[in-house]
């Protein structure tokens, strides 16, 4: 008898042991499916319908979003610029069933010179200062963020929680708007 409880008892506890893993959280294993579904969705962006709309009320220069869709109707990602006066933003977000997996984020800054024949400052559009950061979603739920340089951004900070909160309602209303004009 005691034996049949022991055997019972390493039958349980092998069969847990993979789904106590995953379920700590193995990060590298999530980082790594993400980096799949990305490489998949950037494999197959000219298979998919791409769409463009400006967008005119978000910043006093305008911008634009481009989304692709696939057969099913499901969006694959989105790509939203923002100019500003001095730079712009490029967001890029990354859906898996309508669930965000990834988003890419680049912001330029450009830089202000004199004009040495008018003495008046004038934007240098040429060599922009760049910022990137890589934000990695697993349920909703921000799970890696590496800002510029690749460095990661520390997961239980004050910074991190707003930025994953901002991030993950950003994405929800963009994904919202392209699906409004998707339908029209």
């Known amino acids: 008898m005691g034996l049949k409880k022991n055997k019972a008892f390493m039958l349980f506890m092998f069969l847990l042991i993979p789904i106590g893993s995953y379920a700590s959280g193995d990060l590298s294993a999530r ?66 069933k309508d669930k965000l997996y990834f988003v890419f984020g680049v912001s330029f800054f450009y830089s202000m010179e004199v004009d040495p024949k008018t003495g008046e400052y004038v934007i240098n559009y040429d060599n922009p200062k760049k910022e990137e950061n890589r934000y990695y979603f697993f349920q909703d739920e921000m799970i890696q963020w590496l800002g510029p340089d690749k460095k990661k951004v520390e997961v239980y900070s004050n910074k991190f929680e707003q930025k994953s909160a901002d991030i993950i309602q ?12 998707l339908l029209k």
């Open 31 to 96: 980082i790594g499916e993400i980096r799949k579904l990305y490489q998949n969705t950037v494999f197959n962006l000219k298979k998919y319908k791409q769409f463009k709309i400006d967008l005119i009320e978000v910043s006093t220069e305008g911008g634009e979003v481009y989304f692709w869709v696939d057969s099913n109707n499901e969006i694959k990602k989105v790509k939203r610029i923002i100019y500003g006066e001095t730079g712009k933003k490029v967001s890029e977000y990354y859906y898996d």
């Open 170 to 181: 950003e994405s929800k209303d963009i994904l919202l708007f392209c699906k409004k004009k």
